[in-house]
Each structure stands twice: as structure tokens, then as C-alpha cells.
């Protein structure tokens, strides 16, 4: 079932901005060259906030809480990005070691270096850029069916304390968060309308009116089972310069206009959930 024929039961709904000066989000099917996302996917995003509440991806115990796969399955969790920066892409090569049976000591590292027991592989790696900005920003809109979860993720926003450091894709590519607001999500009672999140192809039909629109489309994955198997991947649109596009809504499908201030200002966009 599409997770945007699941109901959203909540008129509230938390609106953050996560910004950082460059980003990969590696595409699923890449192998010898990481090629990049436009954007994050879902299964980036939920890993995000899981990092960000400290839940783990594994269980260490019979006991243990849920994984985070099982907390933000799309029955309960809801969320979506809209991209607010023009994106460029370069391709930089990256040193990768070796690191099966890796040295304890420095002095025996070097040995197997030398001796060509441990190599230094070059691997092509599509990194993301702003275009005209200091930094790439995705806004990020949340809501789950756990209000002791969403009550905790909305805390450590307000505060801007963490389990774990945020990031854009990788570890090394480390991010700040903004958080805008806490908003109010309403349903659409119209099926043809200007969007501002990124949406499943499957689910509108383009409204091609207008000038200076550009379109791409990204095949990603959605969800995970326990044990990091990936469920089955969605074709994804955006709009890539970062522009409300106009769509018609397919039968039973749903979108939500949403309401918030940023920085004093009233805003409404309308969103469906990836």
C-alpha cells in the first residue's frame, strides 16, 4: 500500500532546515562510482532523525527496544523534503584503505603498505554543491504517530542538542540544523495545485503550464526490513530549481497544506509525503 494512502491523523507537524556546504547521498545501484541524489532519500532521512535521537539500527538484545526501521515504518512516521538551494554536482576522486585484517600498530600498517598486503583504491565520488549559496539547504518536514518520540525530536530541535551529530550522506560531510517551526497540516480538498515538497511520480500528473521549470526524476528506496533489506524502491520528482510546481493529484492520492512562521513571516506550502 502507497504510503500516502495511509492516513495522517495530526494537524501538527515539525519543520526543520538541515544546511551544510557540500553532500552525497549515494545511489543504491552505484557500484565502482558513487553517483549522488539530488536530494535525500527516505531511508537517509528517518536515519537522520534516528541518529539525531540516538535510536540504533540493530538490536543488541532480545529485550531491546525497536530498531529505528521499525519506529519510522511509513504506517507511523510521516515526512518529506523540499529543496531551498540550486544544487551543482562534481566528481572528485576519493582515497579508500583497505581495512580487512587491519594492523594494530602503526609500524606494521606501514610494513604491509609497502609490501602492497594493504592497497590504496581510487574511487570516482559525485558530491553535491550549492550553486549561488554558502550552503545546500533541505527543509524537512516530520510527524510520527509516537507523541513521546515526536515530543523528544521536537525538544532536542528547540535545543539544538543531539545523540549524534547530523550529516549530509556521510560522516565526514558534517551539517548544522535550523529548526523553523512547529506548523499546522491540514488535507487539500483540491487536486490541482502548486507543490513545494518532492513527490512520487506515481502518484500526480505534471502540469507542464509555465516557463523555466527542469524536472528529474530519482529511483530510491523507501523503507527497510530488520536487517538493513531495502523494500521495494519509488520514482521521485523534484524541481530543480527549486520552484512550487503545478500538479494534478491521481485518484486517491493526497496532499497538505501546511502552515508555520519562519522568522516572523506567515507561510503556507503544500507537501506529500515521500
Not at 532521512?45 to 541518529?51: E, F, R, S, T, Y
Not at 543531539?162 to 550529516?167: G, K, L, R, S, T
Given at each position: 500500500m502507497p504510503i500516502n494512502s495511509v492516513p495522517f491523523d495530526?494537524?501538527?507537524?515539525?519543520?526543520?532546515?538541515?544546511?551544510?556546504?557540500?553532500?552525497?547521498?549515494?545511489k543504491y545501484y552505484t557500484n565502482s562510482s558513487s553517483l549522488s541524489y539530488l536530494f535525500p532519500p527516505r531511508t537517509v532521512?528517518?536515519?537522520?532523525?534516528?541518529?539525531l535521537l540516538g535510536i540504533p539500527s540493530e538490536k543488541h538484545t532480545n529485550i531491546m527496544e525497536d530498531t529505528y526501521y521499525e519506529k519510522f515504518d511509513g504506517k507511523e512516521c510521516f515526512v518529506t523534503v523540499s529543496m531551498r538551494?540550486?544544487?551543482?554536482?562534481?566528481?572528485?576522486t576519493v582515497n579508500y584503505l583497505a581495512t580487512d585484517d587491519f594492523p594494530k600498530t602503526p609500524y606494521q600498517l606501514f610494513l604491509n603498505m609497502m609490501t602492497g598486503k594493504i592497497g590504496i583504491t581510487q574511487i570516482p565520488l559525485e558530491f553535491l554543491m550549492p550553486e549561488n549559496a554558502n550552503n545546500i539547504i533541505y527543509r524537512i518536514y516530520f510527524y510520527h504517530k509516537d507523541s513521546n518520540?515526536?515530543?523528544?525530536?521536537?525538544?532536542?530541535?528547540?535545543?539544538?542538542?543531539?545523540?549524534?551529530?547530523?550529516?549530509?550522506?556521510?560522516?565526514e560531510l558534517l551539517a548544522s540544523i535550523e529548526y523553523i517551526d512547529e506548523g499546522k497540516a491540514y488535507k487539500s480538498l483540491s487536486k490541482?495545485?502548486?507543490?513545494?515538497?518532492?513527490?512520487?511520480?506515481?502518484?500526480?500528473?505534471?502540469?507542464?503550464?509555465?516557463?523555466?521549470?527542469?524536472?528529474?526524476?530519482e529511483k530510491?528506496?523507501?523503507?527497510?526490513?530488520?536487517?538493513?533489506i531495502p523494500k521495494e524502491p519509488?520514482?521521485?520528482?523534484?524541481?530543480?530549481?527549486?520552484?512550487?510546481?503545478?500538479?494534478?493529484?491521481?485518484?486517491?492520492?493526497?496532499c497538505y497544506s501546511v502552515t508555520y512562521l519562519e522568522k516572523g513571516r506567515h507561510l503556507r506550502e503544500n507537501i506529500m509525503f515521500m
Open positions: 495530526s494537524d501538527k507537524i515539525l519543520i526543520f532546515d538541515i544546511k551544510g556546504p557540500i553532500a552525497h547521498f549515494r532521512i528517518i536515519g537522520l532523525l534516528a541518529g538551494t540550486k544544487i551543482r554536482k562534481i566528481i572528485q518520540l515526536y515530543t523528544e525530536l521536537k525538544r532536542r530541535l528547540e535545543d539544538n542538542s543531539y545523540v549524534f551529530p547530523p550529516y549530509l550522506g556521510i560522516s490541482e495545485l502548486e507543490l513545494n515538497s518532492v513527490c512520487r511520480l506515481e502518484e500526480i500528473e505534471l502540469n507542464f503550464n509555465g516557463s523555466n521549470f527542469q524536472y528529474v526524476t530510491m528506496p523507501t523503507d527497510f526490513y530488520n536487517g538493513r519509488c520514482v521521485y520528482l523534484c524541481e530543480v530549481n527549486c520552484k512550487p510546481f503545478n500538479i494534478k493529484l491521481k485518484y486517491g492520492f493526497s
